[in-house]
């Protein structure tokens, strides 16, 4: 089966870049004079992407041009200017009807969505800012390795709104209910070292040494066969997700019959 062709036009629009190297695709978030804000377009980019990205992919790394990852919504969201060719931001929501609402908040969440889905390894690349969307955004990554000037934020209630793009529930399995609640209620930014001591980070690096460290990772993650680490990636996702111990058990019997199951069909095959 022929692997779907990426619209260019869909990622310009929505100033988003994808470099694709063998088993490895960049997605790059490409508007550094607002540093890298995010409209709907940009939304519509990810998603795309996480649609048509060739299953031969194994590692996606994520990151921001310039000196930010992503400095969260287009400030045109909350003014009612037109954004993306639609009038109205995010009060525009307000004129639909409930159901298409949540539609429409269902389809900008699918371009966060996809990056946690164990078929590849994701990874933010986190360089200055990181907020709202932005910190969503990385918290929907497997991975993310921070240069020593970013912070993070989750910035949604201090605007009077609420955290809508998948974050919280990474959030809250990486540090804990009480951590996750102070920081998204008094949205304060959290900066690099705190983060990678309370685990939001797995790494902090300086800032010129990001692409090494991401380099050093991505040919990490490439090593094993792929077969395993998707299968791994799902039972570490089951495990987070709170499944019975005899239940995980049972998943990893699974597993591990279906990875014998490959060796045998390889052998076959030889």
Same mark, same amino acid.
């Given at each position: 089966?022929?692997?779907?062709?990426?619209?260019?036009?869909?990622?310009?629009?929505?100033? &988003?870049?994808?470099?694709?190297?063998?088993?490895?695709?960049?997605?790059?978030?490409?508007?550094?004079?607002?540093?890298?804000?995010? =409209?709907?377009?940009?939304?519509?980019?990810?998603?795309?992407?996480?649609?048509?990205?060739?299953?031969?992919?194994?590692?996606?790394?994520?990151?921001?041009? %310039?000196?930010? *990852?992503?400095?969260?919504?287009?400030?045109?969201? *909350?003014?009612? #200017?037109?954004?993306? %060719?639609?009038?109205?931001?995010?009060?525009?929501?307000?004129?639909?009807?409930?159901?298409? +609402?949540?539609?429409?908040?269902?389809?900008?969440?699918?371009?966060?969505?996809?990056?946690?889905?164990?078929?590849?390894? =994701?990874?933010?690349?986190?360089?200055?800012?990181?907020?709202?969307?932005?910190?969503?955004?990385?918290? +929907?990554?497997? *991975?993310?390795?921070?240069? #020593?000037?970013?912070? *993070?934020?989750? +910035?949604? =209630?201090?605007?009077?709104?609420?955290?809508?793009?998948?974050? =919280?529930?990474?959030? &809250?399995?990486?540090?804990?209910?009480?951590?996750?609640?102070?920081?998204?209620?008094?949205?304060?930014? &959290?900066?690099?070292?705190?983060?990678?001591?309370?685990?939001?980070?797995?790494?902090?690096?300086?800032?010129?040494?990001?692409?090494?460290?991401?380099?050093?990772?991505?040919?990490?993650?490439?090593?094993?066969?792929?077969?395993?680490?998707?299968?791994?990636?799902?039972?570490?996702?089951?495990?987070?997700? %709170?499944?019975?111990?005899?239940?995980?058990?049972?998943?990893?019997?699974?597993?591990?019959?279906?990875?014998?199951?490959?060796? +045998?069909?390889?052998?076959?095959?030889?």
């Amino acid at each position: 089966m022929p692997v779907p062709a990426i619209d260019a036009g869909v990622l310009e629009r929505g100033g &988003v870049r994808l470099a694709l190297s063998g088993p490895l695709a960049t997605i790059t978030l490409d508007r550094p004079d607002v540093l890298n804000a995010q =409209t709907p377009a940009t939304w519509q980019a990810l998603r795309h992407i996480g649609e048509q990205l060739d299953p031969d992919v194994r590692v996606v790394v994520v990151r921001g041009s %310039g000196r930010a *990852f992503s400095a969260g919504l287009d400030r045109r969201m *909350f003014t009612g #200017e037109p954004v993306d %060719g639609e009038p109205g931001g995010l009060g525009a929501l307000l004129s639909l009807p409930a159901a298409e +609402a949540d539609a429409k908040i269902a389809s900008y969440q699918a371009a966060f969505t996809w990056l946690s889905d164990p078929a590849r390894v =994701t990874i933010a690349a986190v360089q200055g800012h990181a907020i709202g969307a932005g910190f969503q955004l990385a918290l +929907a990554c497997d *991975f993310r390795v921070l240069a #020593e000037d970013a912070q *993070f934020c989750m +910035a949604e =209630t201090g605007l009077g709104l609420v955290p809508d793009l998948g974050g =919280t529930l990474p959030l &809250v399995r990486l540090v804990g209910y009480s951590r996750a609640a102070e920081m998204c209620v008094t949205s304060r930014r &959290v900066p690099a070292a705190e983060a990678l001591q309370i685990g939001l980070a797995n790494s902090v690096v300086p800032v010129d040494g990001l692409d090494a460290a991401v380099e050093t990772l991505v040919a990490a993650v490439l090593k094993p066969m792929a077969g395993a680490v998707t299968e791994t990636l799902g039972l570490i996702a089951s495990a987070a997700s %709170g499944v019975s111990y005899t239940d995980q058990l049972a998943l990893e019997r699974a597993a591990q019959l279906r990875r014998l199951q490959s060796f +045998a069909a390889m052998s076959a095959q030889s």
